[in-house]
């Protein structure tokens, strides 16, 4: 079965950090470009960032650009990381990784496997 685990969410204060971590098994993980997206309560789901299926490139969504986002992926362990640091209130939501064979993509319609969610709520 194709399964992707987000965890690493919380509860954390303005202004600081969380990791989240989606590990993914089932399919072949290296074919696949890996995306964070997210989900405020009442807002549609948005693309955060999203990394590329072989050379590490990297697309950011509006919302996040600027910000001490990163991720990152390590294909040997199927898993990909995103680092969020400085957070404040409006980073609340529900986030959630997927995958896509599009090489690049924060499209969301393209994602063809999601995972369940984490939730990170951010107090200020």
């Known amino acids: 079965d194709v399964q992707l685990q987000a965890s690493g969410g919380g509860l954390v204060q303005a202004g600081g950090s969380l990791r989240l971590s989606c590990v993914a098994s089932?399919?072949?993980?290296?074919?696949?470009?890996i995306g964070w997206f997210r989900q405020a309560p009442g807002k549609e789901r948005e693309g955060v960032v999203c990394i590329s299926i072989d050379d590490d490139r990297t697309y950011y969504g509006d919302s996040v650009k600027g910000r001490f986002i990163t991720i990152s992926r390590d294909n040997a362990k199927n898993t990909v990381y995103l680092q969020m640091n400085t957070l404040n209130p409006e980073d609340t939501a529900v986030y959630y990784c997927?995958?896509?064979?599009?090489?690049?993509?924060?499209?969301?319609?393209?994602?063809?496997?999601w995972g369940q969610g984490t939730q990170v709520t951010v107090s200020s």
């Open positions: 997927a995958a896509t064979k599009s090489i690049l993509s924060s499209t969301r319609t393209l994602y063809d496997y």
């Open positions: 089932g399919f072949t993980f290296g074919d696949y470009a």
